[in-house]
């Protein structure tokens, strides 16, 4: 089976337990950008991968959803940032810089800057690591370890869309989901259920502060200008109903704006029928 793998700090806490401590047989992890991934699972690369939360509307009629694993932030993360040279509410016709490695956080992005701050810039797409000046943007939006690294270009203004999204709607942003191809369910149970079993263990291991995990983060990807435990605690991991909520928000808010093809009720793996069906005998679904 082909696991998709989100190549930043944010991803690593998850596949902690199955990179460090226990690799799970025929299981083929591939890395990439986000944007990466929604290709690869579109046109049937990736049997299984995290994916943005905004491609889910595109991916819907193939795939379906973890029902316990997300990438959320509950208000300030600073991985999902606006660099800017001006306040934002200056950017009305403004260059500003899209990245090309993330979904979620572009649409995100434009139902800030559009329905809560009446801005319309000029949007254009860059970079992941965008350089204002040489893009000629007045602000850009960098995402994950681009946003996290040192070595940034200074800039007067940068804002946290994490948090002005809860600020401006009361929701958490849920950025990334955890999706299957429905066509690849059984034949692949067996790795399936490892995959979300490492998960759980990824999720043990960092509740319980192992130190291992954030020693070994650090390995993976020097350069980080953050305190990484910090970073990690200000992650959200587990899909709670409250974060169900706001995903479900956040794409009927983009569907209103013309951003998203409308979703409707989210489609995820029944746990239930799974725990009974553990040998790939049956799969069933359900709708959220």
């Not at 490492?198 to 509740?207: A, P």
Request: hydrophobic fraction near 40%; include cysteine.
């Amino acid at each position: 089976m082909k696991l998709g793998y989100i190549d930043y700090l944010n991803c690593y806490s998850l596949y902690y337990h199955m990179f460090e401590k226990r690799r799970i047989q025929d299981v083929e992890i591939l890395p990439g950008y986000p944007t990466d991934l929604n290709r690869r699972m579109a046109g049937g690369d990736l049997d299984m991968s995290p994916i943005s939360s905004a491609a889910y509307a595109g991916l819907k009629p193939d795939v379906v959803l973890l029902p316990d694993f997300c990438l959320s932030s509950i208000g300030y993360v600073r991985s999902v940032v606006l660099n800017s040279t001006v306040p934002i509410e200056d950017l009305h016709r403004e260059r500003v810089g899209l990245s090309r490695a993330s979904e979620t956080s572009v649409v995100l992005l434009k139902i800030l800057l559009e329905r809560y701050y009446g801005v319309k810039p000029v949007y254009l797409p860059v970079a992941p690591k965008p350089s204002l000046e040489e893009e000629g943007c007045r602000a850009a939006l960098i995402i994950g370890n681009e946003a996290l690294i040192q070595g940034n270009e200074p800039v007067p203004f940068t804002y946290d869309l994490g948090e002005l999204w809860r600020r401006k709607t009361g929701f958490p942003v849920v950025f990334a989901v955890f999706a299957v191809r429905e066509a690849v369910l059984e034949q692949y149970a067996a790795a399936i259920g490892a995959v979300m079993n490492s998960f759980h263990s990824s999720i043990t291991c960092l509740e319980k502060g192992e130190p291992a995990l954030i020693e070994k983060a650090g390995r993976k990807y020097p350069g980080i200008q953050y305190d990484i435990q910090a970073y990690f605690s200000l992650l959200q991991y587990r899909f709670s109903t409250d974060l169900k909520d706001a995903l479900a928000f956040y794409l009927a808010t983009a569907a209103e704006m013309g951003l998203l093809d409308e979703v409707g009720p989210l489609k995820f793996i029944d746990r239930e029928a799974f725990r009974e069906n553990s040998q790939g005998d049956r799969w069933t679904t359900a709708t959220i």
